[in-house]
T-cell receptor, first 111, second 114 residues
Framework: AQRVTQPEKLLSVFKGAPVELKCNYSYSGSPELFWYVQYSRQRLQLLLRHISRESIKGFTADLNKGETSFHLKKPFAQEEDSAMYYCALSKFSGSARQLTFGSGTQLTVLP | DAMVIQNPRYQVTQFGKPVTLSCSQTLNHNVMYWYQQKSSQAPKLLFHYYDKDFNNEADTPDNFQSRRPNTSFCFLDIRSPGLGDAAMYLC?????????????FGPGTRLTVT
């Protein structure tokens, strides 16, 4: 069975400081991983996907299969980055993609 | 704007009194999902529909049922809510092809059981 672990429930950093949100997974197949974000009073939305290897809002995440990790990083945090971040692992059930979420990390960027 | 809409946003029901939560979408997506999210926990998939095909997760209690009368609408029925069913219920959609990877979420319905 697949599992996603986000060890930090809360993370606070100062504006301009680097930030890293940790995510570890267990999955027997070839994993496909995502980061979803929920800003205050907004709906859950996709931030980035490991396959695309792109930077979104300054965030990047690299899949490390050896360490079974998919940590989210940003070199210089901004106050608008304050949000709830969920790491998610995807698998197919028939033709439908299913997500297994971690329990989330609440990031607060202090002024 | 094309989107996923959930009604109501807040629902209070009594212990044991059936309740129905509603989700609609204007994205014309094939797949609709229901997640349960309890306080400080991960969203947990209850079931999903691929078009009219219903797919239940193995550990979803029988107390939870779902209906999808057409592409746009999907309902979550809780037949006899218990105190442990108090949670945020999230509806999501996706296109349902192997290329599309994003799920689009509604704002959620917060259910309180008294």
């Amino acid at each position: 069975a697949q599992r996603v672990t986000q060890p930090e429930k809360l993370l606070s950093v100062f504006k301009g400081a680097p930030v890293e949100l940790k995510c570890n997974y267990s999955y027997s197949g070839s994993p496909e991983l995502f980061w979803y974000v929920q800003y205050s009073r907004q709906r859950l939305q996709l931030l980035l996907r490991h396959i695309s290897r792109e930077s979104i809002k300054g965030f990047t995440a690299d899949l490390n299969k050896g360490e079974t990790s998919f940590h989210l990083k940003k070199p210089f945090a901004q106050e608008e980055d304050s949000a709830m971040y969920y790491c998610a692992l995807s698998k197919f059930s028939g033709s439908a993609r299913q997500l297994t979420f971690g329990s989330g990390t609440q990031l607060t960027v202090l002024p | 704007d094309a989107m996923v809409i959930q009604n109501p946003r807040y629902q209070v029901t009594q212990f044991g009194k059936p309740v129905t939560l509603s989700c609609s979408q204007t994205l014309n997506h094939n797949v609709m999902y229901w997640y349960q999210q309890k306080s400080s926990q991960a969203p947990k998939l209850l079931f999903h529909y691929y078009d009219k095909d219903f797919n239940n997760e193995a550990d979803t209690p029988d107390n939870f049922q779902s209906r999808r009368p057409n592409t746009s609408f999907c309902f979550l029925d809780i037949r006899s809510p218990g105190l442990g069913d108090a949670a945020m219920y999230l509806c999501a959609t996706s296109r349902g092809d192997r290329v599309s990877y994003e799920q689009y979420f509604g704002p959620g319905t917060r259910l309180t059981v008294t």
